[in-house]
């Protein structure tokens, strides 16, 4: 199944489907100057995944160079970017040329900001091979590398010319990462489309165990919701902020946490998503038994709602309220030393709020360290 994103002068389609990796090369081959591509994968995803990438393009008549980087967070670095682009010219890539992502967002991230920069830009295409990747990174056009002082503190809006989603390479993704990935889905849920958290509410488990047709659907549903924020709102300058619903206090969480394995986003985004709801039953916005509804439904997912979850090993962390709120400072998306925090009045209704005093945000951070 098909669906279009359109930005300003710029549009490409996203296809998500069951076994479209064998199909890969028939799909890629129209959109090529030459018969000719560079795969650059992660080694997780290399030894998962690729061959059936590899073959796909073979079977196409597409010739390809493949580039395997190291897994995890630290490849999003200027290291990595510098080879890849020192890569790119030893290939003598040309500017019509497209350069093919394929992993998780990490691999989406460092590649299309490589893309963007590669002879003042080319062309490239998202094959997403996470499911945080596949509903939210792989499409949007975000892309950028962490710095020693932050995360995605250096990139570019560059969008991709083709997404493509092949929901059985989750197969083999580690069923924390889904779980992880699931809480992004769970969000377009919350920010505006109370029907699929109620589908989510019964459906959710089937996502994680694999169910194609789930799968599928929860995916497309998601990219819808993000292709038509990003259309409306491609630079941020408004609502395309709403997708940071639970990000700025899971960011906070990361940040603590040091970006370590403890804590994965999805993670931080589920305990995050939790404490906006809180902050927004504490300011007088939102029903309680939303917050209560939204936590139950993260909880039987196995996602962590509160710092303290003892499931969760973050309890064994020192945090402080403090320390956490001061993260919130730092956030990227703070202008003028005002935070934007995303708020809602209930499921499916968030929106945008500018001015939260430091009291209630500190205030949330201690109920989430405190014990349930
Ligand atoms: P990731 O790319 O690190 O993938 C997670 C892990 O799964 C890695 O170890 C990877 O090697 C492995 N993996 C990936 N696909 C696999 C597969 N099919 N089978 C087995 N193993 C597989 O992490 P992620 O969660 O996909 O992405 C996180 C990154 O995305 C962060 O850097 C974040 O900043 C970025 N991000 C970007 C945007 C955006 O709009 N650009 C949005 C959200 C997140
Ligand atoms: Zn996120």
Redesign the pocket.
Known sequence: QKITVTVKDHSYPIYVGAGLLEQAGEIIAPILSRPQSVIIT????AR??LSRLEKSLTNAGIAFSTLILP???AT?SFDQLQNVLDQLLELKLERSDKIIAF???????LV?FAASIYQRGIGFIQI???L??QV??SV?G???I?TPRG??LVGSFHQPDLVLTDVT??D???ER?VR??YA?VVKYGLINDVDFFTWLESNGEKIIAGDRLAQTHAILTSCRAKAHVVAEDEKEKGNRALLNLGHTFGHALEAECGYADTL???EAVAIGMVMAFDLSVRMGLCPQADAETVRQHLERLALPTRISDPKHALSNIPMTAQRLFDHTLHDKKASGGKVTFVLTRGLGQAFLCKDVAPDNIKAIFQQSLDAA
Not at 42 to 45: I, L, P, R, S
Not at 103 to 109: H, R
């Open positions: 992660d080694e997780n995803v998962h995944q897994a995890g967070e999003k992993g998780g967002g990490v691999i989406g991230d299309g997403p091979t996470t945080l990747s939210d990174s949007g975000k892309c950028g962490n995360k995605n390479t989750l083999s993704l580690p990462q992880a990935g992004e994965i986003h999805g």
